[in-house]
């Protein structure tokens, strides 16, 4: 689905309906993207959505099959990655091992015959921002995953470049390590102010760090907004399903109407929906975010209620995981994500409740139905087993 395009940007990034073909695949399918200068843009989606494929094609690694490629207004869809004024950060880091980190970083100055006093000044005030002056008489395999991944970025900051170009730079890291390296990454861009275009499949580096995400399948864009933006208000079930964790729980069943207004019945489980909800009868699905559902009702009319049954509890200190399944649901388990520590015994039935403009409803064709939900709500909302 291709995005609405922004006003042109001198200084940023555009895509005009690009498209990669290898042979008779297409990997990247008119795509249509504008990153505004300074903007952190991150595109994320499952192996082989063509994320990578793109950033490729933006760095000059890949020729475009169709449409054009601009960086600061200039049309560089021809032009050799040398001449584009892109740097990018690999996943492997990329760096010359038989050179020391203050040798990798000024690789690309001493190419371009700058004098070596002021090589040597760009590099230790690199260094310096990304915290390794005191590594730079190091080669590659004296540093750690996160020291080498420091020393990659910083071969990009004495650059100067127009953008910053990520392809997936902190999944060789352990968990401990992205965590901080998201932040590292984050206030740099900010900092420095430079357009940034990150590839990753993480969901979690996606939503955290970028000011838009771009979430891609099957070469094309399925969703592009802010984080929440995706994740409040997803597009498709493609999108809903994709971004959290734990996923969102879905429920395939049926919307039916009359008179009396809209219900949406699976099996046991019936809930009722506003009148004016923008969906036809026929199949649909019911989305529920983990963090929605409550362990107990607060007694509000406007609230739906659920029995079900705990089948499994993970106690994480900060927050409780508890899979249950709904009474009316047999074989359906769904997730819930309490704040704080809760105690479920297995197979004990427990009463939930899930706020009513937190559900989301899908349908037929998996595109979002609009649920506009009354100041008050007209008729008590109903989930239980029947």
């Known amino acids: 689905m291709a995005q609405e395009r922004r006003p042109a940007d001198m200084h940023g990034l555009a895509f005009e309906t690009v498209t990669k073909r290898f042979d008779d ?5 008119r795509f249509d993207l504008t990153v505004a200068e300074g903007e952190f843009v991150a595109l994320v989606g499952p192996s082989g959505c063509g994320k990578t494929t793109t950033l490729r094609m933006l760095a000059g690694l890949e020729e475009v099959t169709d449409g054009r490629i601009r960086v600061g207004g200039r049309d560089v869809t021809q032009l050799a990655s040398r001449d584009r004024n892109l740097a990018m950060v690999f996943q492997s880091y990329a760096l010359y091992p038989h050179m ?7 690789f690309a100055l001493s190419l371009k015959g700058l004098p070596k006093a002021e090589i040597e000044v760009r590099v230790r005030e690199a260094a310096e921002r990304m915290s390794i002056a005191h590594l730079l008489h190091r080669r590659p395999r004296e540093l750690s995953g996160g020291q080498r991944q420091r020393v990659a970025v910083a071969r990009c900051i004495v650059r100067e470049p127009a953008a910053f170009l990520f392809d997936e730079p902190l999944s060789n890291l352990d968990a401990k390590l992205r965590g901080s390296a998201r932040v590292e990454i ?46 409040q208000r997803p597009r498709d079930l493609f ?26 019945v699976a099996d046991g489980l019936r809930l009722a929906l506003p009148r004016d909800a923008a969906c036809a009868g026929g199949p ?22 659920l029995q079900a049954t705990a089948l499994h509890v993970e106690c994480l200190g900060a927050e409780t995981l508890v899979r249950f399944e709904f009474a009316g649901l047999t074989g359906a388990e769904f997730v819930a994500r309490l704040p704080g520590t809760h105690a479920f ?42």
């Open 25 to 29: 695949v297409v990997a990247v399918d």
């Open 239 to 264: 999108v809903a399903a994709f971004l959290g964790a734990p996923a969102m729980n879905l429920v395939p069943g049926v919307l039916q109407r009359s008179e009396a207004g809209a219900e949406f």
């Open 100 to 106: 020391t980190a203050a040798e990798n970083i000024g």
């Open 186 to 231: 984050a206030r740099l861009q900010k900092g420095l102010g430079i357009t940034t275009l990150y590839v990753t499949h993480d969901q979690v580096e996606a939503m955290t760090m970028a000011d838009r995400v771009v979430l891609m399948d099957g070469g094309r864009i399925r969703q592009t907004g802010t984080p929440m933006e995706l994740y």
């Open 345 to 386: 015994e297995r197979g004990r039935p427990v009463t939930l409740s899930v706020a009513r403009d937190a559900f989301h409803l899908f349908d037929e064709a998996g595109l979002a139905v609009d649920l506009p939900w009354p100041a008050r709500c007209e008729r008590p909302l109903r989930a239980a087993g029947a």
């Open 284 to 305: 649909a699905t019911l989305g529920i975010r983990p963090e929605s559902i409550r362990a107990a009702p607060d007694g509000a009319g406007e609230d739906a209620t």
